[in-house]
């Protein structure tokens, strides 16, 4: 049973560009959460998602930062004009179930995102 | 604040025990984790432990907590060169899937 998948695993952009990462859950996972870590830093959540729907974003930019987890398909992080400061480690969970009770998040091994 | 506090290295000797400690921050979280990352990995749970518990053991690894000073620690005993690796604290919100990461402690075993 293959873990949580991330591709790419190392990503680089010039600033202004888009950034594009996938997260495919594990088989029979439908809730993905996404985090960031900035250097010297924990991981901060940034976004829960089900299959179609954005359950909390609260941790997310407002601007720039847009995230989906389509009915077929892996989840997609989307960085829109990338500027250094987004330079980080991004790393995808995923759970069987969700809502308030928490479940085991299963990590996936995280796109290193270098903006220069 | 939710800031999760840790030490960010600690090195022991192969057959030692390790100890790494974490602050968290918020006394209504249910459960607190413990998570390792090996180099280029995804991070890998390796035991967690419900708020009304003050000790948890589970082979090499013992979990203490301390509620009143919101202090968590992991013992790793017998400690191995394949122990090398960076190991967070997280804490559940609430019980919620919000986690609370520390800023891990990178674990350096001399052989």
């Known amino acids: 049973n293959a873990g949580v998948m991330q591709n790419p695993r190392h990503l680089v952009r010039r600033r202004g560009q888009e950034a594009r990462l996938r997260c495919s859950p594990m088989?029979?996972?439908?809730?993905v959460y996404w985090y960031r870590q900035l250097p010297e830093e924990g991981l901060k959540f940034m976004v829960y998602?089900?299959?179609?729907?954005?359950?909390?974003e609260s941790g997310m930019p407002k601007e720039r930062f847009s995230a989906e987890f389509p009915k077929e398909g892996p989840s997609i992080l989307r960085i829109q004009q990338v500027v250094r400061g987004d330079s980080a480690a991004y790393f995808c969970a995923s759970s069987p179930a969700g809502g308030l009770v928490s479940y085991e998040q299963f990590f996936g091994p995280g796109t290193r995102l270098t903006v220069l | 604040g939710e800031d999760v506090e840790q030490s960010l290295f600690l090195s022991v000797r192969e057959g030692d025990s390790s100890v790494i400690n974490c602050t968290y921050t918020?006394?209504?979280?249910?459960?607190l984790y413990w998570y390792k990352q090996e180099p280029g990995a995804g991070l890998q749970l390796l035991t967690y432990i419900f708020s009304n518990m003050d000790m948890k053991q589970d082979q090499r690894l013992t979990v203490l907590l301390n509620k009143k000073d919101k202090h968590l620690s992991l013992r790793i005993a017998d400690t191995q060169t394949g122990d090398s690796a960076i190991y967070f604290c997280?804490?559940?919100?609430?019980?919620?899937?919000?986690?609370?990461f520390g800023t891990g402690t990178r674990l350096k075993v001399l052989a």
């Open positions: 088989k029979g996972h439908s809730h």
């Open positions: 997280a804490e559940s919100i609430g019980g919620t899937y919000k986690y609370i």
């Open positions: 918020d006394s209504s979280s249910t459960y």
């Open positions: 998602l089900q299959k179609e729907n954005i359950i909390d």
